[in-house]
């Protein structure tokens, strides 16, 4: 046996270890050379790579996949379940995320296998509006009979599978809008094994408890939000006739009514380590990525208005220095999700916000921590601390360099735990600044005197 990134990982050999890539392989999709999600047929005529197996002793289940997958160990539990998750590297193209989630093996410990049907028919009532379904299927090289219910919306959908194995039963997450054959395969790679010891004798915290996600301290939170409160006064002002009401636009996406309050996200005192090249009180448009780029709509993610997925289109990112203070966007807002959880692991640790109209929901992805009092249920106006920047994504998966991820969206849906998913994508082009004469900047697809646009500086 050998270590990789911290886990116990084996070669599958010979024979074998061809037999387990052909069905690997194939299973998940796979970026192409031109930066677009790959069906598992095509992925796996384009991979000829070793196979490993990624071992979890506390899990009790392994799994074998192309050695080039990235492992993610995971440092808390989520829901009762404690596993491990598999990424896929993606291109080595300017992005923000360092890879797509592929399947999460999981040991279900809070669940028994006679309430696995209970739990299935709660899944088909949480999303009575999307076209899930239910099958039955061959789970490990054993056999195991395993239920399937999904797809499972987020901002990665997947298919959520139940099985019982000896009393224990196990949560597989298979990440796609489908199950195809080839994800099948993956399936019946897995072997269960009696757990090396209970998940409880790990000491692991739950994944959004205040231990977990409240890393600054009230203190700091509390003087960022002064801070801003003493240098954010007064509102910009929109020449408001030139603008109209929110339009419908191409593929299903709405353009924010321009008359709404938004705001940058970021404080006076964001990016002042000298050697980030970006002055203090500002940052950049769309560093790594602004509309319509990489994960904001091209890798088949959500754009502007598929149901089982986040939106993205119009997402926007921004460069800031690792825990600089992120705050509400909007003038009153609530809060629907602080955290992590399965469904949006691409977003790491998030904060979505409903705007006061009832209508507008922001998500800030990627922070390093969330700011204390923020949980679902609270009340947020334009001077709340709601997290701090970091690049958190898929636990050991890089994300880039430290920044928000900001996108928008018009009445979206949500989980059972609040986070969003379906509605239109939103196109904000108005956003607030407070720095010298306070106004509003326009954002635009090219950059010109009046719009700001990819590389632009914009000041808190």
């Not at 990624?54 to 997958?69: D, F, L, N, Q, R």
Request: glycine share 14%; net charge positive.
């Amino acid at each position: 046996m050998r270590r990789v990134l911290g886990l116990n990982l084996t070669h599958c050999g010979g024979l074998r270890g061809l037999a387990v890539l052909l069905g690997i392989v194939g299973a998940m999709c796979a970026l192409s050379a031109a930066g677009k999600l790959v069906s598992s047929a095509e992925a796996l005529q384009g991979s000829k790579g070793p196979t490993e197996r990624t071992e979890g002793g506390a899990v009790g289940a392994s799994i074998s996949h192309p050695a080039k997958w990235f492992v993610e160990r995971e440092r808390s539990t989520y829901d009762q379940t404690y596993g491990f998750t598999l990424w896929r590297p993606v291109s080595g193209a300017p992005h923000d995320h360092g890879g797509t989630p592929a399947v999460r093996v999981a040991l279900a410990y809070g669940l028994r296998p006679g309430q696995i049907k209970a739990t299935v028919l709660e899944k088909l009532r949480a999303y009575p509006k999307l076209p899930l379904t239910r099958e039955e299927v061959s789970v490990a090289e054993k056999g195991h009979k395993g239920v399937a219910v999904g797809p499972i919306p987020g901002s990665t959908p997947s298919t959520e599978i139940y099985v019982p194995v000896n009393g224990r039963v196990y949560q597989i997450n298979v990440y796609g809008k489908t199950l195809g054959s080839g994800d099948k395969e993956l399936l019946s790679t897995l072997r269960f094994e009696p757990p090396s010891r209970p998940v409880g004798s790990l000491g692991l915290p739950v994944a959004n408890s205040a231990e977990t996600l409240n890393g600054a301290g009230a203190k700091r939170a509390e003087r960022e939000r002064t801070v801003h409160e003493a240098t954010t006064k007064g509102e910009a002002t929109f020449a408001a006739s030139s603008l109209g009401e929110e339009t419908p636009i191409d593929e299903g996406c709405w353009q924010a009514d321009p008359d709404f309050f938004f705001q940058t996200q970021y404080g006076s005192t964001a990016n002042a380590n000298p050697k980030d090249n970006i002055p203090t009180g500002w940052s950049i448009v769309g560093r790594p990525n602004y509309w319509d780029e990489y994960t904001h709509g091209r890798l088949e993610y959500g754009r502007c208005d598929k149901q089982e997925y986040t939106n993205d289109k119009f997402a926007v990112d921004y460069p800031l220095d690792p825990g600089d203070a992120i705050f509400s966007p909007f003038t009153r807002g609530t809060v629907t999700f602080a955290g992590r959880n399965i469904t949006h692991k691409d977003y790491g640790i998030f904060v979505s916000i409903e705007a006061a109209n009832g209508k507008y929901v922001n998500v800030s992805g990627h922070l390093s921590s969330v700011a204390p009092g923020i949980r679902r249920g609270a009340e947020v106006d334009r001077n709340t601390v709601i997290g701090f920047a970091g690049k958190t994504g898929g636990g050991d998966i890089p994300v880039g360099p430290v920044h928000l991820h900001q996108a928008y969206y018009r009445y979206p849906t949500y989980t059972p735990d609040g986070a969003p998913y379906g509605g239109a994508g939103l196109k904000v082009v108005g956003h607030h600044y407070f720095r010298g004469d306070n106004g509003v900047y326009r954002f635009g697809w090219v950059e010109r005197s009046e719009f700001k646009y990819k590389g632009s500086g914009i000041s808190f």
